[in-house]
Nanobody, 121 residues
Framework: QVRLVESGGGLVQEGGSLRLSCAASGPIFTINTMGWYRQAPGEQRELVASITSGDSTNYADSVKGRFTISRDNAKDTVYLQMNSLKPEDTAVYYC???????????????WGQGTQVTVSS
C-alpha cells in the first residue's frame, strides 16, 4: 500500500529554520500534485504550499517569501524549507499527495501521519 512518511519537525526558536521531508513509498505509478498542510490546535487544516508534477508552486499568503516547497521525483519525495519561522507557524504539518497506484491507476489522495513544528518566541 502507498505510504507517506514525514520527517524533520521539531522545536525551533523564532527566526530559525526547519526542513520537512515527505517520502512516498509503495506501488506508485505516478505522483501528481504534492503539498504540505498544517493544523494548529483548535484550527482547521490549511494549505501551506503545493507543487505540481511540472514544478508549479502555490503558497499560502502567510508563508510567501519564507517557505519553499520542492520535490525530487526520482525519490518520490517532497520538501518544505521553512525560514524565518514565527510562533504562529506552530502546528502539526501534514504531507499530501495525489497518487496513481498500481494496479488500479485511479488518482487518490494520500496523507502522512503528521509532524509537529513548534516555534518558541
Amino acid at each position: 500500500q502507498v505510504r507517506l512518511v514525514e520527517s524533520g519537525g521539531g522545536l525551533v526558536q523564532e527566526g530559525g529554520s526547519l526542513r520537512l521531508s515527505c517520502a512516498a513509498s509503495g506501488p506508485i505509478f505516478t505522483i501528481n500534485t504534492m503539498g504540505w498542510y498544517r493544523q494548529a490546535p483548535g484550527e482547521q487544516r490549511e494549505l501551506v504550499a503545493s507543487i505540481t508534477s511540472g514544478d508549479s508552486t502555490n503558497y499560502a499568503d502567510s508563508v510567501k517569501g519564507r517557505f519553499t516547497i520542492s520535490r525530487d521525483n526520482a525519490k518520490d519525495t517532497v520538501y518544505l524549507q521553512m525560514n524565518s519561522l514565527k510562533p504562529e507557524d506552530t502546528a502539526v504539518y501534514y504531507c499530501n499527495a495525489e497518487i496513481k497506484a498500481r494496479p488500479i491507476l485511479l488518482p487518490s489522495n494520500y496523507w502522512g501521519q503528521g509532524t509537529q513544528v513548534t516555534v518558541s518566541s
